[in-house]
């Protein structure tokens, strides 16, 4: 993936600490710069949160993470974390941050992470883009479906042209949508049985085509009209799509490399893990829409100005260097915010409280 510097010479260039070497978690999570952290509040018009202190932080020597890349939460309230470190690739929080539970030993591609169902019927879809595979698996992590690569399209020659790195599924029929997001950039649609429907997109230049399909989610906000939103990341975009494939829309969000956009009540979601360009390395906020798709809040980011109608270009909140390579965001039933972190020195997720 994309290079990085330090952690070090970050905090160095943003002057806010002069001691932080590259450390285990716990070390981290107590030094001047955490501490610092903790007291500043981010966010916009109405939209604020502070970090809670030391949420979830684990031993690194008996439960490891390496690349903090989604988060989940269950119907009895548990907060599910899926790392590709194949010690444990799924940590189990309660939201106070204690740790419940652990599985997964055979996911090094641990990428995309989605639950569906209800109650005790619910199951996840892991995305592995190391295995090439979605995995459909109970909550307990036995395996119960694969979708291996999309031959059938005659788009794909071989197993590793495919690397999926997102799901969603349609609550109302159990389709299940994969963006093929470093792979060949086509989003495919299966049946809840794994069957393929249909495949669109693709990497290209129009505004139907994507570079970087990262995330996908069902948008139900409009019950009689549901649609698709795409990510098109390299191009600081959500795209919409009717959900038999068909481009309807994009939200330009400049400056943000949004991974995934998570829907949760009248507002959109999502993490972005860096922000302005390549150049612009352990940056990254979170970014809130509103119903009407405009941005409305950038926690560790720059305030949302519009200007007729078009977002000027947002990047980090210098003052703010709790994220670096932000991979998703959780939010749960009190709108707090949990934030999974990529290349991120293999820190624990960060909880913000709604304040």
Same mark, same amino acid.
């Given at each position: ?75 009895? #309230?548990? =907060? ?7 010690? *444990?690739? %799924?940590?189990? !929080? @309660?939201?106070? +941050? $204690? &740790? ?73 029929? #159990?389709? =299940? ?7 060949? *950039?086509? %989003?495919?649609? !299966? @049946?809840?049985? +794994? $069957? &393929? ?84 390395? *352990? ?73």
């Amino acid at each position: 993936m994309d290079s990085s510097l330090s952690r070090r010479s970050f905090l160095q260039k943003t002057a806010l600490v002069t001691s932080v070497g590259i450390a285990a978690p716990t070390i981290i999570s107590a030094s001047p710069y955490r501490r610092q952290t903790d007291a500043v509040t981010v966010g916009h018009n109405g939209f604020r949160y502070r970090v809670v202190p030391g949420w979830g932080i684990l031993d690194a020597g008996k439960n490891p993470v390496n690349d903090c890349h989604e988060m989940v939460q269950d119907s009895k #309230g548990r =907060i599910m974390l899926l790392t590709n470190e194949t010690k *444990n690739n %799924v940590l189990i !929080y @309660d939201k106070s +941050g $204690k &740790l419940l539970d652990t599985w997964g030993h055979d996911y090094p591609g641990a990428h995309g992470f989605t639950i569906g169902g209800e109650g005790n019927d619910q199951y996840l879809l892991i995305s592995d883009t190391d295995r090439h595979q979605v995995i459909k698996t109970d909550m307990k992590g036995r395996e119960l479906m694969k979708i291996d690569y999309p031959r059938e399209t005659g788009l794909y020659a071989y197993p590793t042209q495919f690397k999926p790195t997102e799901t969603a599924i349609n609550p109302a029929n #159990g389709d =299940i949508y994969v963006v093929d997001g470093y792979g060949l *950039n086509y %989003v495919m649609q !299966y @049946d809840r049985m +794994g $069957k &393929l429907i249909r495949h669109f997109g693709g990497r290209g230049e129009g505004d139907a085509s994507f570079d970087c399909c990262h995330g996908v989610v069902v948008d139900r906000r409009n019950p009689a009209q549901p649609t698709l939103l795409v990510t098109d990341r390299r191009r600081n975009a959500l795209k919409r799509f009717s959900l038999d494939g068909n481009y309807l829309s994009t939200i330009a969000l400049p400056g943000s490399y949004i991974c995934r956009p998570v829907i949760r009540g009248e507002n959109i979601y999502g993490a972005v893990f860096r922000s302005t360009s390549d150049s612009y390395p *352990n940056s990254g906020y979170v970014q809130i829409l509103d119903k009407n798709d405009r941005v409305v809040s950038t926690p560790g980011g720059s305030e949302p100005i519009y200007q007729n109608n078009v977002l000027a270009t947002q990047q980090k909140d210098l003052s703010f260097p709790a994220f670096i390579h932000p991979h998703d965001v959780l939010v749960d039933e009190d709108e707090s915010l949990y934030v999974a972190q990529w290349a991120s020195q293999k820190t624990y997720p960060i909880k913000l409280e709604r304040v």
